[in-house]
């Protein structure tokens, strides 16, 4: 963790880079199978770290595979209650259920937000489309707008699928 934050000051991205902590922690392969507590008491651990290294570091969190919005009711006001609120709330959405979901799940997020008093706090489907859209400007179409329309941003996943020359080019 020090050394990427001391290669982001060096580089001169300090106070514009996002660091992402985690990632997908809750998806099954990755489980850390712990309670509240102990992933609290790692996210602030690794916020306090790398905040040693790049004092204007942002972070973006928690990186949930699943939308565990129960998980965020409790995290976001004990992030603010202990100085490491994520600059960005990001969430995923890799599947057709979870576009279904998008709204309500981003309209949710929000409101979590709010009520812990982060008013248009950024939300952001950190990996978003289902594999198969990926390097398809027509799959994609409906998750861009839905993003928009929610007032949230979002990334493309960072794995691509092949035979797909839009993937695999450029």
């Not at 990001?90 to 709204?103: A, E, I, K, P, V």
């Not at 799940?105 to 982060?118: E, K, M, N, P, Y």
Request: proline share 4%; glycine share 8%.
């Amino acid at each position: 963790l020090r050394e990427m934050a001391e290669k982001c000051v060096e580089a001169g991205l300090s106070g514009r880079c996002v660091y992402n902590i985690f990632n997908e922690t809750d998806d099954g392969s990755n489980t850390w199978n712990v309670a509240n507590d102990v992933w609290f008491a790692a996210w602030k651990d690794f916020v306090e770290t790398i905040r040693a290294v790049d004092p204007l570091a942002r972070f973006s969190g928690p990186g949930f595979a699943n939308h565990n919005m129960n998980f965020l009711r409790a995290w976001i006001p004990w992030c603010i209650e202990n100085d490491c609120a994520p600059y960005q709330v990001t969430l995923h959405c890799l599947t057709d259920g979870r576009y279904n979901s998008m709204d309500s799940d981003i309209a949710t997020v929000r409101s979590i937000c709010d009520q812990a008093g982060l008013q248009d706090y950024e939300i952001c489907a950190n990996e978003y489309a289902h594999h198969q859209n990926l390097g398809n400007p027509a799959g994609l179409i409906k998750y861009v707008a839905t993003l928009e329309d929610n007032r949230a941003s979002g990334c493309l996943a960072y794995w691509h699928v092949g035979p797909d020359l839009d993937d695999q080019a450029g």
